[in-house]
Structures are given as C-alpha cells and as structure tokens.
C-alpha cells in the first residue's frame, strides 16, 4: 500500500527566500506524481505534474523533481511571495488504468513580509 | 486542462438527513473521483465512478452511505445519507481528462450539526 509524507509539516519564510518542500512514497512503482497547492476552506490546484519517465518539471517560479528509486519529490519555490502562502499536497499515482492518487500530509506554507 | 464546478459549495444540515452534491466538469472524463477532506486532514477517496457502471468505493466506504450517480461524461452526484457530526468535511469532486493530469473541484464544505 503506497503511503505518502510531506516534510516539513509547517514552514514560515520571509519574501525573497527560495524554499524546498520535500515529499516521500513508499512504493516507487508510480504512473506520476503531481504536486497541488490549495488554500484554506477551497479545493485543489494542480502545480505541476511529472511523469514517471521524466525527472523534472518547471513552471515559472515553480520547479518540481522525481527521484523514483529513491522514492523522492522535492518542489522548489524560487523568490518566494506572500501570495505563496498556502497548503502544498503531493500525490503519487499508482499504475494501471484505475489507478488513483495517494495524498500526502501537506506542508503548510507561510512566507511573511 | 478542465474547469469542474461543484453545488452547493457550502451547507449547514440537520443531522439524520441527507444532501446531494452535485460536479459539473466542462470536459468530457471517463473516471470522476469523490474526496473528503476532514477538518485539518489530507484526502481521503471515497470512491471512484465510471459512466455507466456502478462506483467502486474504497474500504471504509460503502454505497448506502454515499451513493453516486454518474448519468454521463460530465456529471456526477454524491449523496451524504443519514448524516451525522462526523460527517462534517469538505467533499471534493475530481476528474481526469486525457487521462493523465488530474483536476478539482472548489470543494463543498458540509457542516452537520
């Protein structure tokens, strides 16, 4: 059973700085791994999805990498902003058609003027 | 991409009573997903529905407590049934079009007292 953590839990910055989120899987045999930010009491936005094949992806400030031997995504967040400060999930789906998302715990994000 | 819509997006209800959530998506998809979100939580699937068959529901979750509809590629219904206080998360609808990258509603927050 594929299990997903998110390191840190919580994390406060200052405007300016560049931040790594870290998230973990248990079972590397994943189709993708998508990483999600949502905002208090709203739903999901999808970030940034990366294929099992691949080991990045970029967009804008936004840089997520796969290490799928190791198990292993990191979001980085260059010249972070207030506007920033939000609940950052990834999911790691499994393979084959049916195959569904498997959260992790979520980092909650802060970066402060 | 896809833009996928949900009512009611909030509720208060009575407990012992029951409410249909409604998800529209602006793209045709062959799986929709229901999520729950407890307060303070990561996601947890409830189940997943395919147009023209029943949905497969995840361990925990069974169908006379949450049914669904799915009467097309674009729509599908969750009922929360016999509600109590434990009831009480935000329900997300989801879908994939393409097949890949997968997208969310804006959430119903459903509050039993």
């Known amino acids: 059973k594929q299990e997903v953590t998110q390191i840190p839990a919580a994390l406060s910055v200052p405007e300016g700085e560049n931040l790594v989120l870290n998230c973990s899987f248990t079972d590397s045999a994943i189709y993708n791994l998508q990483w999600f930010r949502q905002d208090p009491g709203k739903g999901l936005t999808s970030l940034l999805l990366?294929?099992?094949?691949?080991r990045e992806q970029t967009s804008g400030r936004l840089n997520a990498s796969l290490d799928k031997s190791s198990g292993r995504s990191t979001l980085y967040i260059a010249a972070s902003q207030p506007g920033d400060s939000a609940t950052y999930l990834c999911?790691?789906?499994?393979?084959?058609?049916?195959?569904?998302?498997?959260f992790g715990t979520g980092t909650r994000l802060q970066v402060t003027l | 991409s896809a833009v996928i819509s949900q009512k009611p997006s909030r509720d208060i209800c009575q407990r012992g009573t029951s409410l249909t959530i409604q998800c529209q998506v602006d793209?045709?998809?062959?799986?929709m997903f229901w999520y729950r979100q407890q307060p303070g939580q990561s996601l947890t699937l409830i189940a997943t529905a395919n147009q023209g068959s029943e949905a497969t529901y995840e361990s925990g979750f069974v169908i006379d407590k949450f049914p669904i509809s799915r009467p097309n590629l674009t729509f599908s219904t969750l009922t929360v049934s016999n509600m109590s206080p434990e009831d009480s998360s935000i329900y997300l609808c989801?879908?994939?079009?393409?097949?890949?990258?997968?997208?969310f509603g804006p959430g119903t927050r459903l509050t039993v007292l």
């Open positions: 793209s045709q998809v062959t799986m």
């Open positions: 989801s879908g994939r079009p393409g097949g890949n990258e997968q997208f």
């Open positions: 999911a790691a789906r499994g393979t084959g058609t049916a195959s569904k998302l498997t």
């Open positions: 990366i294929q099992s094949s691949q």
